[in-house]
Nanobody
């Protein structure tokens, strides 16, 4: 069982930045692709960004490409999401995810491939 705990959410103005962090409780952190998903009110949960086990492979949703950057530190069991140029449409609960499948080589995590979820952290962007 892997526990994922997110932090870093909050209220920010349009154009601002946030850094989300997720720490995983596992001795085999580098066995997982790690990623971030988000769910806005009334919408389905969607993929935001993913990173392979070594950090060398990353994948982003088109809507965040160029504004969001995912990174991981295998020594600290953490995965971060740097969010820049925030827009009101980025308002959502952001969830950390771990995937032990093939995504660990590509960073491309599918919603139904996630093995573990965090409880989420809320990001609210005011206009």
């Amino acid at each position: 069982q892997v526990q994922l705990v997110e932090s870093g959410g909050g209220l920010v103005q349009t154009g601002g930045s946030l850094r989300l962090s997720c720490v995983a409780s596992t001795r085999t952190f580098n066995s997982y692709a790690m990623g971030w998903f988000r769910q806005a009110p009334g919408k389905e949960r969607e993929f935001v960004a993913g990173i392979g086990w070594s950090g060398g492979a990353t994948s982003y949703a088109d809507s965040v490409e160029g504004r969001f950057t995912i990174s991981r530190d295998n020594a600290k069991n953490t995965v971060d999401l740097q969010i820049n140029e925030l827009e009101p449409e980025d308002t959502a609960v952001y969830y950390c995810a771990a995937d032990a499948g093939a995504a660990r080589f590509t960073g491309r995590i599918s919603l139904y491939g996630v093995d573990y979820w965090g409880k989420g952290t809320l990001v609210t962007v005011s206009s």
